[in-house]
């Protein structure tokens, strides 16, 4: 099993740039397709973008060109470059790992592990 630290959130005006990083423990790391998510107030949990193992990309529609998702399987990490944040970005974002890296790659039931979540807060 693997666990999952997220850092990086906080609050930005829009327009600002936040780079939020996940960091695993455990064993085999580079195996997992990573994700990340965010669930804003009385919302779903949405997947927003999605790396394999070899580190092929995914993401959210209203996300593509905006965000970035990158993984340094040496350190064990993941990180969300986020710019040009939207007061619509604002949610707790979520990092989780997959074991079988399904097709449905937004789908939060096919992560089988995740971290306890950073608030990002965009203000107009």
């Known amino acids: 099993q693997v666990q999952l630290v997220e850092s990086g959130g906080g609050s930005v005006q829009a327009g600002g740039s936040l780079k939020l990083s996940c960091t695993a423990s455990g064993y085999g790391y580079s195996r997992y397709c990573m994700g990340w998510f965010r669930q804003a107030p009385g919302k779903q949990r949405e997947g927003v973008a999605y790396i394999d193992a070899w580190s092929r990309t995914t993401y959210e529609d209203s996300v593509k060109g905006q965000f970035t998702i990158s993984r340094d399987n040496a350190k064990n990490t993941l990180a969300l470059q986020m710019n040009d944040l939207k007061p619509e970005d604002t949610a707790m974002y979520y990092c989780?790992?997959?074991?079988?890296?399904?097709?449905?790659?937004?789908?939060?039931?096919?992560?089988?592990?995740w971290g306890q979540g950073t608030q990002v807060t965009v203000s107009s």
């Open positions: 989780a790992a997959s074991r079988t890296c399904a097709s449905r790659w937004n789908d939060a039931r096919g992560f089988g592990y």
